[in-house]
Nanobody, 127 residues
Framework: QVHLVESGGGLVQTGGSLRLSCAAS????????MGWFRQAPGKEREFVAA????????YYADSVKGRFTISRDNAKDTVYLQMNSLKPEDTAAYYC????????????????????WGQGTQVTVSS
């Protein structure tokens, strides 16, 4: 069992930055590839970024490529999402997930592939 807790969300103006954190506890964090997803009101949860268990591979949705950076610190059992140049369309609840699927990060873009989820943190970008 893995328990995930997101933090770092908030209200920011267009063009601003935020860094989200996802702290893990329980089974060995370094065994899991990790992903960030987001869900806006009335929409399905969508993939944002993923990182391999070692942190050597990352993958991003086209909508955030070049603006967001996913990273992890296995010594701290934490994964991060640095979000720069934020846009109003980035407004959503952001969730981190952990997957033991074993697939490469370019494949783990579906919520169905994730074993554990956090409770989410809200990001609101004002125009």
């Amino acid at each position: 069992q893995v328990h995930l807790v997101e933090s770092g969300g908030g209200l920011v103006q267009t063009g601003g930055s935020l860094r989200l954190s996802c702290a893990a506890s329980g089974r060995s964090f370094s065994s899991y590839a990790m992903g960030w997803f987001r869900q806006a009101p009335g929409k399905e949860r969508e993939f944002v970024a993923a990182i391999s268990w070692r942190g050597s591979s990352t993958y991003y949705a086209d909508s955030v490529k070049g603006r967001f950076t996913i990273s992890r610190d296995n010594a701290k059992d934490t994964v991060y999402l640095q979000m720069n140049s934020l846009k109003p369309e980035d407004t959503a609840a952001y969730y981190c997930g952990a997957t033991l699927s074993g697939f490469t990060v370019s494949v783990v873009t579906s919520t169905l592939m994730y074993n554990y989820w956090g409770q989410g943190t809200q990001v609101t970008v004002s125009s």
